[in-house]
């Protein structure tokens, strides 16, 4: 069966912490990764991954996709007091095109 | 465990015909939303709903109407399909509650107009 994992499920830390979140998978016909921020209503896109090894970046985010582990970090650094949310990771796959979504990670950050 | 269902994994529907997407959850949850998920767009939400016969338009709401005659339901509607319709639709429904819910995801609906 295809599943996504999450951990830690929760997490609280100070502001200016640097925090890791994980997302590890077992799919068939894997296509990409997706993260998400989820702050209120809807999930905000954060990043696609489809390659291993890359990192991408967006100001103190960034993250990378290990294909042969089968897992992605999501990485936050000087966290702030506005990155308090749930970040979820999908998986999205080439059969029947379907988009596997973990439980996510509730992060906190005290200020 | 909280269990989304979509009605049609796959829909294939001619331009200008009226489309039901149907979302049931099993979990008495209050909020249910409709997103479209397009690549390299991410997930953008459509409609959502907090209480049965409540309904409030998110991002995109242009060309579709939702429905929430009863509380485990969520329907989406596209009153006169179009080819930019085209597009994987996921359900979710929630906790009511301020600030941040966890989501529960339905499998998707991959729907082509032509």
């Known amino acids: 069966e295809d599943k996504v994992v999450q951990s830690p499920l929760s997490l609280v830390v100070h502001e200016g912490d640097t925090v890791t979140l994980n997302c590890s998978y077992e799919?068939?016909?894997?296509?990409?990764l997706l993260w998400y921020k989820q702050e209120k209503k809807a999930p905000t896109f954060l990043f696609m991954l489809?390659?291993?090894?890359i990192e991408k970046k967006s100001g103190r985010l960034s993250s990378i996709l290990d294909k042969k582990e089968l897992f992605s970090i999501l990485n936050i650094t000087a966290t702030q007091t506005g990155d308090s949310a749930i970040y979820l990771c999908?998986?999205?796959?080439?059969?029947?095109?379907?988009?596997?979504f973990g439980k996510g990670t509730r992060l906190h950050i005290l200020p | 465990d909280v269990k989304v269902t979509q009605s049609s994994r796959y829909l294939v529907k001619r331009t200008g015909e009226k489309v039901f997407l149907e979302c049931v959850q099993d979990?008495?949850?209050?909020?249910m939303f409709w997103y479209r998920q397009d690549p390299g767009l991410g997930l953008r939400l459509i409609y959502f709903?907090?209480?049965?016969?409540?309904?409030e338009k998110g991002d995109i709401p242009e060309g579709y109407s939702v429905s929430r005659e009863k509380k485990e339901r969520f329907s989406l509607i596209l009153e006169s399909a179009s080819t930019n319709q085209t597009s994987m639709y996921l359900c979710?429904?929630?906790?009511?509650?301020?600030?941040?819910?966890?989501?529960?995801f339905g499998p998707g609906t991959r729907l082509t107009v032509t």
């Open positions: 709903s907090y209480d049965v016969k409540m309904k």
């Open positions: 979990m008495d949850h209050e909020n």
């Open positions: 799919v068939t016909n894997f296509r990409s």
């Open positions: 489809t390659s291993s090894g």
């Open positions: 999908a998986v999205e796959l080439n059969r029947d095109d379907k988009i596997i």
């Open positions: 979710a429904s929630s906790e009511p509650g301020q600030g941040a819910r966890e989501q529960y």
